[in-house]
């Protein structure tokens, strides 16, 4: 079982549609990353938390420490937003990060 | 604009050769890393470097070698003792090493898809 778990691998969304990905994961952590991918392969850092919630414009994201499992929300999809979603935990005794598998998401206009 | 600069963007090998992949970036960052992406699975740690001339191991070192003689520059060589080098190779820094304080984001270059001939 991977140390990091995201789902669902694949998202296929209409255009305007509220997107929730999710990450679980089983160790102790300092900080989670969302990050996003795009088709090209480079990747932007899109938020790092450690408790609570974040916004940033039409992203959220959300952690639960106690349960291990942190939420990505897209509010009003667009297709701009398709690409590949990855969740990745800093764990508390560690200097790395450890990385989801990542959710391939697709917005269709 | 600060940022991490990878080349080449595409980079063939042949059987028996070393390459060197570039990785600069101009953030000022004292850490930098080296992650390989396979289709399927999430990026795991080759190689990273925390201060100049000091480097340390990843999950996946072997096959690979890297310097670090400048701040700004960590390439990785793709040595010919790697048997499955074809996959997509992401170069990353942070202002410090991850875990020293949990508060810093990393920077991505845009990668380098290395294939076999």
């Known amino acids: 079982k991977n140390e990091v778990e995201q789902s669902p691998q694949n998202l296929t969304a209409q255009e305007g549609e509220f997107i929730t990905i999710n990450c679980s994961y089983s160790?102790?952590?300092?900080?989670l990353h969302w990050l996003q991918q795009h088709p090209g392969g480079g990747i932007v850092s899109l938020f790092m938390?450690?408790?609570g919630k974040k916004k940033h414009g039409r992203l959220i994201a959300t952690i639960n420490i106690q349960e291990k499992h942190s939420s990505l929300h897209i509010t009003a999809s667009h297709p701009r937003d398709s690409a590949v979603y990855i969740c990745?935990?800093?764990?508390?005794?560690?200097?790395?990060?450890?990385f989801g598998e990542g959710t391939q998401l697709t917005v269709n206009p | 604009d600060g940022g991490i600069t990878q080349s080449p963007k595409y980079l063939f090998r042949k059987e028996g050769q070393n390459v060197t992949l570039s990785c600069e970036q101009n953030?000022?960052?004292?850490?930098m890393y080296w992650y390989r992406q396979d289709p399927g699975q999430g990026l795991r740690l080759i190689y990273y470097?925390?201060?100049?001339?000091?480097?340390q191991k990843g999950d996946i070192a072997e096959g690979y070698s890297v310097s670090r003689e400048k701040k700004e520059s960590f390439p990785l060589t793709v040595t010919s003792a790697q048997k499955n080098p074809t996959a997509f190779y992401l170069c990353?820094?942070?202002?410090?090493?991850?875990?020293?304080?949990?508060?810093?984001?990393?920077?991505f270059g845009d990668g380098t898809r290395l294939s076999i001939l």
């Open positions: 938390l450690s408790s």
């Open positions: 953030l000022n960052h004292d850490a």
């Open positions: 990745a935990v800093l764990e508390t005794s560690g200097s790395r990060l450890t």
């Open positions: 160790v102790g952590i300092s900080a």
């Open positions: 990353a820094s942070s202002n410090n090493l991850l875990g020293r304080y949990s508060n810093q984001p990393q920077h």
């Open positions: 470097s925390q201060i100049v001339n000091d480097f």
